[in-house]
């Protein structure tokens, strides 16, 4: 039984996640709620949205207000779906082409450039990008530019994954960021973002590392910033080899992007990734199908090919778990199965052995039955004989006394030749009146023993057949019949002789007796024998 719970306990537990009861763990399990809930996050960017349709369907729009809401919109769409983003970003264009404002057609194609970035149009997003005029730009828009085609050229790095052309695209990328970082002011949280991606990218993962935690643990930043700012970390550790912090931080990041329902995103692909690495295929199939269901929903050309050269190693290495979990359950299932048909068989022995002791406790309580009646009995019996024992001495005393007088009477008539007087004392009545004092004498004795025998005796005939004592009478010749048969003497001639009838006279009382009583005859004595004593 032991052996059969412990392989159970063994099934329980063949796929816990490597990371029981760590920190881990407990952001994991965050992360699995927020996935769960992914829907609420969903309907709630759903309402903005739906919010700002309504306001643009205001037929008293001005033109500004409604570019304006065209930018919201921009904002909610662009790391969310790329068509919706893009449309809005060429609805932005073309009212800043038709105000003629230069600031808002470059703002505007910033947005356009970012757009296709994001979606893996590296040569249109630097084609937008190229097409700025910025001679008369303020610091503003030319950050804004410097920041969006660093990252055009360090995501163009990456994709091309080249040793020769992601060197210059990075290096490319370092100088854009460098005219970024010069416009921005110290101390902001754009600052340390943009310090710790530029460190990166000169591998000096400390500083970059430094630069990041700054940000995250000195400055309340949106979500989205959140979830980029650590997943930049947990890329950096990785690099320092620090690959458990690095979890840590790719599921914070995973955990802000399903918060700021974020679709554009490499930070739960990333989480697979390291989970595989780890150990955890379960979590790192459900995070990697969910980062390709993200990237196909955004339409990201660059992550679906990033993610989609990960997902079938990941969904192999499941079908090859799942197939050694099958055969590891059959292996236990027919382990169990001999155990249970073993388990059965003991079973079956022991009903067995309990029928068997069931039968025996039955014979058993039967005897402690039998001797508890016994033991009753004999109580009863040791009462009555203490009872009559001392009773018969006491009158076996009286009546030697009496015949000592009556010897001694007699001798004194013959000595003195009084013959006649010997004659009266024959016919004296004597013998009759001491036989009345030992009816008299048994029957108080037998009530003292029986005190409720003349009820319990009456209680087995119909009222108008029981007997009724005269005022003087303890017991009458009838209930002396079966008094005697109470103390166990059930010869008919031993009562004929103790109560001075002949055998036939006893014999007519006691059928007499029965043939008037409510109990069958055969089991009369019984009932006169079930009369408790005292």
Known sequence: MKFYLILTYILLFITLPVFSGSETEKLLKELDECIVNKNS????????????????????????????????????????????????????????????????????????????????????????LNSLSLSDADSFTRREYYKVIARTYYDLADYNNDEYFAKIYRRTGNLYLDSALRLMKDGTPEFWSALGLRKMKSDDFKGSADAFNYLISKYKIPEHEYAI????????????????????????????????????????????????????IGRAYDYIKIAFDDATFYNARHRKIETGAVLPIIEGEKLSTIERQ????????????????????????????????????????????????????LLE?????EKYIGYFFKINSVY??????????????????????????????????????????????????????????????????????????????????????????????????????SVNTIYTYKTKIKNKSIVPRHEFEDRIMAIKAL
């Open 381 to 385: 019996a040791n009462k009555i004989k």
């Open 326 to 377: 099958k055969k590891q359950l059959m292996r236990y299932s027919l382990l169990i199965s001999i155990l249970t048909l073993l388990i059965i068989l003991f079973v079956l022995i022991i009903y067995r052995q309990l029928r068997e002791l069931k039968k025996v406790r039955f014979k058993l309580q039967v005897i402690n039955d039998d001797l508890q009646k016994m033991n009753e009995s």
């Open 41 to 128: 996050f969903l309907n709630k960017k759903y309402e903005r949205i739906n919010g700002l349709m309504n306001l643009l369907h205001n037929n008293n729009n001005s033109p500004d207000q409604i570019f304006e809401i065209y930018e919201k919109l921009f904002s909610e769409y662009e790391s969310f779906i790329y068509d919706s983003a893009f449309k809005y970003a060429l609805l932005i264009n073309n009212l800043a082409v038709r105000s003629g404002n230069q600031r808002l057609i470059n703002l505007a194609r910033i947005k356009m450039g970012f757009t296709l970035l994001s979606s893996g149009l590296f040569k249109e997003s630097l084609d937008t």
């Open 400 to 501: 030697i006394e009496k015949i000592e007088e009556l010897q001694k009477l007699i001798h004194r008539k013959i000595v003195t030749r009084q013959f006649d007087d010997l004659n009266d004392i024959i016919n004296n009545s004597f013998f009759k009146q001491e036989r009345e004092n030992l009816f008299i004498n048994f029957d108080k004795i037998f009530l003292k023993i029986f005190p409720h025998f003349v009820e319990e005796f009456n209680a087995l005939f119909s009222e108008e057949d029981r007997i009724i004592l005269q005022e003087d009478e303890l017991l009458n010749t009838d209930l002396r019949i079966f008094a005697l048969i109470r103390l166990g003497i059930n010869d008919n001639e031993q009562i004929a002789k103790f109560l001075n009838y």
């Open 229 to 280: 700012a650590t997943s930049s970390l947990a890329y950096v550790y990785s690099l320092m080899g620090r690959n458990s912090e690095a979890i840590d931080m790719l599921i914070k990041a995973a955990i802000a992007d399903i918060r700021a329902s974020t679709r554009e995103t490499v930070a739960l692909r990333n989480l697979a990734v390291q989970l595989f690495n780890k150990g955890d």
